[in-house]
């Protein structure tokens, strides 16, 4: 077992240090179980954020930490990919698509849900989340009885701890940064004094929380007419991401919008059934 010294506090404490053999491992079920893709350069990073999992667990060494996760069914998967994952999220970040939601996409939407339609949104990837919220505040900015109407933004994510935490509709001052603060009157209650801030009572009651495994199955029901997945499929291989854009136009109604992240591009069979239509969106052909 290969261990390093650390100072800490005054006193040595041993940090276990991650073989090839052992980050091989991990790449392996990241990729096969989620479609995660962590390359050679990350392995740093991976050891030190597995490290404070090991200590929790009383482990002392990466080959037993991986066996553990490696058990079929085994409980810890959920904290590994919790803390291989990184979520960095703010309200309306990239404005450009909000501004675009609320102008181009959301109005015909609104009017056909107004007379009856069925108004579904999807949120890929949602973190703990501000993105949904945010959509959120955009539909009810347009239509204020949108939780009488049945209008549904879903929310998912792979990790189960980010999902509670978007569940409380509750954020401190410093992740409520917003492009205005006509933006956060969108979203947010005012007259908070605790420090915190609180996400609308008609703005959360239209938003819906539940894991999902983009890699794995979906178990939707409805299609839906606007999808977002940004900054998610920089994740994953080539492969991987070429199959979730087809899966997202499966899923899309005809003239339906996806908005993705701004290093990530549609590609494969699916640039075939989508047609750019603003900066890193795209709108399923009819």
Request: charged share 25%.
């Amino acid at each position: 077992m290969n261990m390093r010294a650390t100072p800490v506090g005054g006193s040595i404490r041993k940090r276990p240090e991650l073989s090839d053999r052992d980050f091989q491992r991990i790449a392996a079920i990241a990729k096969s179980d989620y479609g995660i893709q962590i390359e050679p350069q990350k392995k740093s990073m991976i050891q030190s954020r597995l490290t404070k999992r090991m200590r929790s667990l009383e482990l002392g060494d990466f080959a037993d930490y991986c066996a553990l996760v490696e058990k079929p069914d085994s409980g810890e998967r959920e904290n590994f990919i919790s803390s291989i994952t990184t979520n960095v999220t703010h309200f309306y970040r990239e404005v450009h698509h909000f501004k675009q939601l609320e102008t181009e996409v959301l109005p015909p939407l609104v009017v056909r849900a107004r007379s009856g339609s069925k108004l579904r949104v999807w949120s890929a990837g949602c973190s703990t989340g501000p993105e949904p919220y945010s959509i959120a505040g955009s539909i009810t900015k347009l239509m204020p009885e949108a939780g009488r109407m049945g209008v549904e933004v879903l929310a998912t994510d792979l990790d189960r701890e980010v999902l509670a935490k978007a569940e409380t509709a509750t954020y401190d001052a410093e992740q409520c940064q917003v492009p205005a603060p006509e933006w956060g009157d969108r979203v947010f209650q005012r007259g908070t004094a605790d420090g915190m801030r609180r996400v609308r009572p008609d703005v959360a009651g239209i938003v819906t929380f539940r894991q999902v495994n983009l890699n794995g199955a979906w178990t939707h029901p409805v299609k839906f007419d606007i999808i977002f997945c940004r900054n998610v499929a920089i994740y994953f291989d080539r492969e991987v991401q070429q199959r979730l854009w087809q899966r997202f136009a499966d899923v899309l109604q005809p003239g339906g919008t996806l908005f993705i992240g701004h290093s990530e591009r549609v590609s494969g069979p699916a640039k075939d059934v989508f047609t750019p239509c603003g900066i890193t969106a795209y709108r399923k052909r009819s």
